[in-house]
T-cell receptor
Framework: DTEVTQTPKHLVMGMTNKKSLKCEQH?????MYWYKQKAKKPPELMFV???????INESVPSRFSPECPNSSLLNLHLHALQPEDSALYLC??????????????FGPGTRLTVT | SQQGEEDPQALSIQEGENATMNCSYK?????LQWYRQNSGRGLVHLIL?????REKHSGRLRVTLDTSKKSSSLLITASRAADTASYFC???????????????FGTGTRLAVRP
């Protein structure tokens, strides 16, 4: 199974709502990532988890809260978002080999609209 | 700011022609990767080239890397309509990273292949 799944595919939420994005992989990868991508722009890294521990936080606002319950799951909790947070949110995973680097496997993304 | 700049930003070719995309980056790298993204979907890894490699092939793809010029190119030969997508280069820094694999994506090239 070389698939990364993400739910939901689409999400519309108000600025006062609380919602969560979910990501799952069963490839035994030990590193998982959240990216944000605006239209016609490249993905921007938000968070990296390695062996279920947060290893990189790219100065993301606290209204985004990541969680890694186990090695297969990654969540992104959303609260009090702004309209400018509307974007495609991508999850990815990779083998953990910091020395050499590995390809990342991406999920299809969650299209988030904040109203 | 993004590590990589790609050119052209957009490219339109006829089916059967070759497509060449270029990527420039600023700092020393461990490896450089190319990804494809179909409209509004997840990214798919195409090829990874390490800093000690100069050229790599995979099917109709040919990637070159010139570390002295801090640049890479992706050549797609005998293009097909199904190759229509955005293509991103992504670099992994040469600096030691304790965990996780931080990629910095270039600005991307939007390729359109006309049937």
């Amino acid at each position: 199974d070389t698939e990364v799944t993400q739910t939901p595919k689409h999400l519309v939420m108000g600025m006062t709502n609380k919602k969560s994005l979910k990501c799952e992989q069963h490839m035994g990868h030990r590193a998982m990532y959240w990216y944000k991508q605006k239209a016609k722009k490249p993905p921007e890294l938000m968070f990296v988890y390695s062996y279920e521990k947060l290893s990189i936080n790219e100065s993301v606002p606290s209204r985004f809260s990541p969680e890694c319950p186990n090695s297969s799951l990654l969540n992104l909790h959303l609260h009090a978002l702004q309209p400018e947070d509307s974007a495609l949110y991508l999850c990815a995973s990779s083998q953990e080999s910091a020395a050499s680097g590995d390809e990342q496997y991406f999920g299809p993304g969650t299209r988030l609209t904040v109203t | 700011s993004q590590q990589g700049e790609e050119d052209p930003q957009a490219l339109s070719i006829q089916e059967g022609e070759n497509a060449t995309m270029n990527c420039s980056y600023k700092t020393s790298i461990n490896n450089l990767q190319w990804y494809r993204q179909n409209s509004g979907r997840g990214l798919v890894h195409l090829i990874l080239i390490r800093s000690n490699e100069r050229e790599k092939h995979s099917g109709r793809l040919r990637v070159t890397l010139d570390t002295s010029k801090k640049s890479s190119s992706l050549l797609i030969t005998a293009s097909r309509a199904a190759d229509t997508a955005s293509y991103f280069c992504a670099t992994r820094s040469d600096f030691f990273q304790s965990s996780g694999d931080k990629l910095t994506f270039g600005t991307g090239t939007r390729l359109a292949v006309r049937p």
